[in-house]
């Protein structure tokens, strides 16, 4: 049984929102080495703060139907470079049950297994439900100050947290609210709050929601926002806010939902994502999709799972994607997009189809689940998009999927020269130096 303390997968129950027909015996060998990696890595594998793949490496492959010795082998790709999981201060988790003694800790990367350790009591004690619900989503200060934590460092609280909700492991839940917690949210609190305050005053003027690729299109053509931020930039997201916050901001906040439309937007949101990450390739080199955008678009799987909590009120849902689609805009806006180049999706070749396109990220050497969860999004994307088809603003359809699903999968084992399977900033001319195209694994 799955708990907060102990992970286990069910080969029927938690089988994952889109799967490719998992195996019992990779659930339990998926069971035993993710119970391996919560006692013995940290989240992060390194001062940076890049973040420890394997629970989402992992879950995303048995779903798609690998098998043990295939997850015995990523796990084993990824175990090489993580960090040990560092001591418990008991006595500084005791104190957590104090809300100023838990403030006072937020965003310190170090205090990783002590909140892991006071959230895996929490569950056990209330239940997922309870704890996610007054943590995330109770609407008051402390919540709100969470939850704009879960969309910090390239959204991968939000990817845990996620994937715990979505294979029903209490276990994997702590871990991606701890993972929240010692993320430092920074800018993007404030750009949060300030786009959903400029957003809820155009809702009051009864302003209709501008369409996402319309939004993206008006990011491309202003000229603070291509001019805010070089590839210099180390962090590239909070550069583009500092120098051009009120133009991000003024754009951004023109997509909002009712309530009525929570279903549509959130198709709308999975499917603008997509359109952005396959797009945004150059002519005159081989096909690459962003590391960065993949992120945005990896991320979106989650929307179903999340927005199905049964506690979640109408205004948090749709607060849910309001937010999520103004983080995936600033994070386009913050690679120097260019004009996208639909012709490259749907002139692609489909030698693939979906079960070899995802067996080919599956059995990829260096792959660390970046690739399979891009497959699995996009056949997610598919189901959810096609009573859509024909709408505005839903720019994927027909057997453009397939044909992303072929991209990433083609991608991945590049021919000639360029080796990386990612590029960093595809709209900067120097991402595209050959002795850059090397993983920095994030």
């Known amino acids: 049984m799955a708990t907060a303390y102990n992970i286990q997968v069910s080969p029927t129950e938690d089988v994952g929102i889109f799967n490719m027909n998992p195996r019992a015996d990779s659930a339990r060998k998926v069971s035993k080495l993710l119970q391996e990696d919560m006692q013995k890595h940290d989240i992060y594998f390194n001062d940076k703060g890049f973040h420890n793949h394997i629970v989402h490496h992992l879950l995303t492959i048995f779903s798609l139907g690998a098998s043990p010795e295939e997850i015995q082998r990523a796990y084993d790709t990824n175990d090489e470079y ?66 704009a934590r879960l969309f910090a460092g390239f959204v991968h609280p939000w990817i845990h947290l996620g994937f715990g909700l979505e294979f029903h492991q209490p276990a994997i839940v702590a871990q991606g609210l701890a993972e929240a917690a010692t993320h430092s949210a920074g800018d993007l609190t404030q750009y949060l709050f300030l786009s959903e305050k400029e957003g809820n005053a155009r809702k009051e003027k009864n302003e209709e929601s501008a369409l996402l690729v319309d939004l993206q299109a008006r990011i491309r053509q202003n000229r603070k926002i291509r001019e805010a931020i070089t590839y210099q930039d180390a962090e590239k997201l909070s550069a583009l806010i500092e120098k051009a916050g009120q133009d991000v901001i003024a754009i951004t906040s023109q997509f909002h939902v009712k309530h009525d439309q929570i279903d549509e937007k959130m198709a709308e949101l999975m499917n603008a994502t997509v359109y952005f990450n396959g797009t945004s390739q150059r002519k005159d080199k081989p096909v690459k999709f962003d590391f960065y955008y ?108 397939l044909r992303l699903a072929n991209m990433c999968a083609d991608s991945i084992y590049p021919p000639g020269p360029m080796q990386g399977r990612w590029i960093f900033g595809y709209g900067f001319d120097e991402a595209w130096d050959v002795d850059l195209a090397v993983d920095p694994q994030e």
């Open 82 to 147: 993580q960090r040990p999981s560092k001591p418990i201060d008991k006595s500084l988790v005791q104190k957590f049950q104090n809300r100023d003694e838990f403030r006072q800790f937020l965003g310190q990367r170090p205090k990783y297994v002590q909140y892991l350790a006071h959230f895996q009591r929490e569950i056990d004690s209330r239940g997922v439900n309870a704890v996610v619900e007054e943590y995330l989503f109770a609407g008051d200060e402390f919540a709100d100050a969470m939850l």
């Open 294 to 401: 993949m992120h945005c678009l990896n991320s979106n799987i989650f929307l179903p799972t999340f927005l199905s909590l049964p506690f979640l009120t109408e205004q948090s849902k749709v607060r849910l994607i309001e937010w999520k689609a103004r983080v995936d805009l600033a994070l386009y806006a913050s690679r120097h997009p260019l004009e996208p180049l639909p012709d490259v999706v749907t002139n692609y070749p489909t030698n693939k189809s979906w079960q070899q396109a995802a067996h080919a990220t599956i059995t990829h050497p260096g792959e660390d689940g970046h690739a399979s969860k891009l497959v699995r999004m996009l056949g997610l994307g598919e189901k959810v998009c096609k009573g859509y088809e024909g709408k505005e603003g839903f720019l994927v359809q027909g057997d453009m999927w």
